[in-house]
């Protein structure tokens, strides 16, 4: 029997990824991830440099088992001193995903340090450009994507087909994944492995308020909104009065420093750490109404691994439903 290639490049048990989270993408959740048989990130979003750092030393502590860091490249930042921890543990570090602006300068440089590099990517094109420049594995992102999302706003069903068909490195999927048949959906359309975020939130150690994870498990199909379209970003959240006020500014067409104040990272954190959703807003993908429980880590990794073994033979019997093998015509 083969072997996944994303759980080979990653040295996993299953190819199901932690997305990297702002402010919520803690090693304790990273370290819980990998000892549950996925493979966890530590996030620099929303970190300074010694933060970041301290939740690398915590993931360390808490698993012998490979985990990675996730870095966007969106310009916000002076990197190197995030850089400067990447390579003092990059004995540790087994991988880094790199998300937003452009990843191509990076990727030697990543590689150079014996980590394998994952880029995230929301088009066909950035798909290629990652690939040739050396990218172990590509994380397509669909618009279903809790987060900061790509502005093509492509959904994964018409993403991942046309990726998968073009990059001869593995391929995984990400945006509204929270279940064993979305995972299996997402293998038939071609990709090798997972990556999620909302879910992971709604787990016991990751470090969002008790809040942000109860109205999570209470949200339904239609809860997230995407907003900051007017400063040409493209964020998945949870609906709320806030929410709802910063949509009514943004239709107003603000200059920056109006609308500034109310988008901020503060904003985001002090809804996700304090669960003050009155003044800042939550992240969440579409994924958000399929989570019905706050349960460790390893447990939403078994449930979905045992929820593809179920559904394995109904879908098998569909299948053969639907393709009809009798050719009997049935009204
Ligand atoms: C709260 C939150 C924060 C996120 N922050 C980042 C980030 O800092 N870097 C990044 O590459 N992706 C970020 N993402 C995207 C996730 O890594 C992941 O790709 C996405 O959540 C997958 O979609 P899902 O939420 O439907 O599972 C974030 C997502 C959420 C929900």
Redesign the pocket.
């Known amino acids: 029997m083969g072997v996944n290639r994303v759980s080979e490049i990653l040295q996993v048990q299953f190819p199901i990824i932690e997305?990297?989270?702002?402010?919520?993408?803690n090693g304790e959740l990273a370290a819980a991830v990998s000892n549950g048989g996925g493979f966890g990130q530590v996030?620099i979003?929303g970190r300074t440099p010694e933060g970041f750092e301290e939740q690398i030393k915590i993931a360390i502590s808490l698993t012998d088992k490979p985990f990675g860091v996730?870095i966007?490249i969106s310009g916000y930042f002076t990197y190197n001193p995030y850089f400067d921890v990447v390579q003092k543990y990059k004995n540790h570090i087994h991988a880094i995903?790199l998300?937003?602006g452009d990843p191509r300068p990076y990727i030697p440089y990543f590689k150079g340090m014996g980590l394998k590099v994952m880029v995230?990517v929301g088009s066909v094109k950035h798909a290629i450009n990652a690939e040739k420049a050396g990218a172990d594995i590509v994380?397509c992102?669909g618009f279903?994507?809790?987060?900061?999302n790509s502005p093509y706003e492509l959904t994964l069903f018409g993403l991942v087909p046309q990726i998968s068909k073009v990059v001869t490195i593995p391929v995984v999927a990400?945006?509204?994944?929270?279940t064993g048949r979305g995972v299996i959906a997402a293998m038939a359309l071609g990709a090798e492995g997972v990556?999620?975020?909302?879910?992971f939130?709604a787990t016991t150690e990751c470090q969002a308020h008790d809040h942000y994870k109860n109205l999570l498990v209470d949200a339904k199909d239609d809860s997230t909104v995407v907003v900051e379209r007017s400063v040409g970003r493209v964020s998945r959240v949870l609906k709320s009065p806030y929410v709802n006020k910063v949509i009514e500014l943004e239709r107003k067409n603000p200059a920056p420093e109006e609308l500034y104040p109310f988008i901020s990272g503060q904003r985001n954190r002090l809804a996700?750490l304090e669960g003050n959703v009155e003044e800042g807003w939550?992240?969440?993908?579409?994924?958000v109404g399929m989570i019905t429980s706050v349960i460790p880590a390893a447990e939403v990794i078994q449930q979905i691994v045992q929820e593809m073994d179920e559904y394995r033979e109904s879908l098998n019997h569909a299948l053969d439903l639907f393709l009809n093998p009798s050719g009997e015509v049935r009204i």
């Open positions: 997305g990297g989270m702002a402010y919520v993408g996030a979003s996730n966007p995903s998300a937003s995230l994380i992102e279903e994507a809790g987060g900061r990400a945006g509204g994944i929270a990556q999620m975020g909302t879910r939130i996700a939550i992240h969440a993908g579409q994924s």
